[in-house]
Every structure is written in structure tokens, then in C-alpha cells.
């Protein structure tokens, strides 16, 4: 497999301009994770999706940001309008159940959106 | 708020040190437990996993990590870093009955050749 595919690796944009964010999860994971990281704080979930369904958004930072999963190998992150302080790394990672307890198993993160807002 | 915490923000080290990184949290119950590393400019690998069974848990690179189930605690260790250990460290955690992961702040360590 591929592993999970983020597009695209870079993306810099001015202040006000509509980003999407697009990932591919691994074939057969039904939960899908939207991260993002920036020095000051840290690695933060922003939504998760099962089965294409959101499950918790309570991550997303404000009704400029978005989410939508229409299949299970596609997912969006939208910010819309993107301001400066959304500048940070994307990070998209899927999985599936593999853990004790019918929990969830390992992470799989693909190789990050590196969003610079002007 | 129920969380993880990592001791350590920055360690420093010279190579052959031995590194022990500590990791806490703070959920009653089963837990599953993640030790992800981040190499500069990369995303995060796994390095190693604990579900149940034996609390001291061997990963990739020579790392090992234990678990301790009194101390809500789930310590990364290596007994001689290199060089090319230099990258961030996140502990994670998948708390009881939840299905989401819930990451530490990350500890960043430097190795000096």
C-alpha cells in the first residue's frame, strides 16, 4: 500500500484565499484523523471521521474550517477564509480497529501539508 | 482535564547516553499506548505500541519502553542514543471506550555527535 497520501506537500496562500487540503487514507481503515502542528502548540486533532462519518470536530478551531469525508478514500480540509494564524503543518492519518477491547490500532500519518498563510 | 504529559520539553545528550523519556497520564481503565518519533521535517513513525501483556514492550531502533500500570506512567528508553536519534518524541494515548488518540506536547531531543 501507498500509505496515506496528503496533497499538496506545500501550499502558500494569502490572507482571505480558500485552502483545501485533500488526503488519501489507507485502503481498509475506516477511521480517518485531520492533525495539525505548529511550535507553539503542539500536534492538535482538529476532527475524526468513521466510516465517513465525523465523530468529533470539537478540534476545529472556528466556522472557517471544514471537514467533509464523501467516500472512504477521500477527505477535505477546507479553511475558507485563511488567515495567518492557520499557518501550520496538516497532518492527515488513518486506521482501523487492531487495539485490545475492539479499540483502535496504530496511526498511520501521511507526509503532512505545510500551509504558510501571508 | 484528563491529558498526557511528557516530563520533558528539550533533552540533550551526547551519543552513547542512555535516554529514558517519561510520559504520564491521567485515564483510569484500559489504555492503549503509542512512543511516536519525528524526524526533522517528516511525519510521525511509530516506534513501538503497547495493548496488553508484558509491560515491557521492545520497538524499533533499540527502543523499549514499560509500562506501569500504578504509575500511569509509560517511559521510553534506549541504553546508547546516536546521532541520528535526534527528532521529536510523542507519547499517545487511546483512552477507555474512546477511538481517538490523545498525543503528549512531544519531547525534542538533540544528540551531540
Known amino acids: 500500500d501507498a500509505g496515506v497520501i496528503q496533497s499538496p506537500r506545500h501550499e502558500v496562500t494569502e490572507m482571505g484565499q480558500e485552502v483545501t487540503l485533500r488526503c488519501k487514507p489507507i485502503?481498509?481503515?475506516?477511521?480517518l484523523f485531520w492533525y495539525r502542528q505548529t511550535m507553539m502548540r503542539g500536534l492538535e486533532l482538529l476532527i475524526y471521521f468513521n466510516n465517513n462519518v465525523p465523530i468529533d470536530d470539537s478540534g476545529m478551531p472556528e466556522d472557517r474550517f471544514s471537514a467533509k469525508m464523501p467516500n472512504a478514500s477521500f477527505s477535505t480540509l477546507k479553511i475558507q477564509p485563511s488567515e495567518p494564524r492557520d499557518s501550520a503543518v496538516y497532518f492527515c492519518?488513518?486506521?482501523?480497529?487492531?487495539?485490545?477491547?475492539?479499540?483502535?490500532?496504530?496511526?498511520?500519518f501521511g507526509e503532512g501539508s505545510r500551509l504558510t498563510v501571508l | 482535564a484528563q491529558s498526557v504529559s511528557q516530563h520533558n520539553h528539550h533533552v540533550i545528550l551526547s551519543e552513547a547516553a542512555s535516554l529514558e523519556l517519561g510520559c504520564n497520564y491521567s485515564y483510569g481503565g484500559t489504555v492503549n499506548l503509542f512512543w511516536y518519533v519525528q524526524y526533522p521535517g517528516q511525519h510521525l513513525q511509530l516506534l513501538l505500541k503497547?495493548?496488553?501483556?508484558?509491560?515491557l514492550v521492545k520497538g524499533i531502533k533499540g527502543f523499549e519502553a514499560e509500562f506501569i500500570k500504578s504509575k500511569f506512567s509509560f517511559n521510553l528508553r534506549k541504553p546508547s542514543v546516536q546521532w541520528s536519534d535526534t527528532a521529536e518524541y510523542f507519547c499517545a494515548v487511546i483512552p477507555p471506550r474512546r477511538q481517538n488518540f490523545v498525543f503528549g506536547p512531544g519531547t525534542r531531543l538533540s544528540v551531540l555527535p
Open positions: 503497547y495493548f496488553s501483556g508484558d509491560p
Open positions: 485502503s481498509g481503515h475506516d477511521y
Open positions: 492519518a488513518s486506521t482501523s480497529l487492531g487495539g485490545t477491547s475492539g479499540s483502535i490500532g496504530e496511526l498511520f
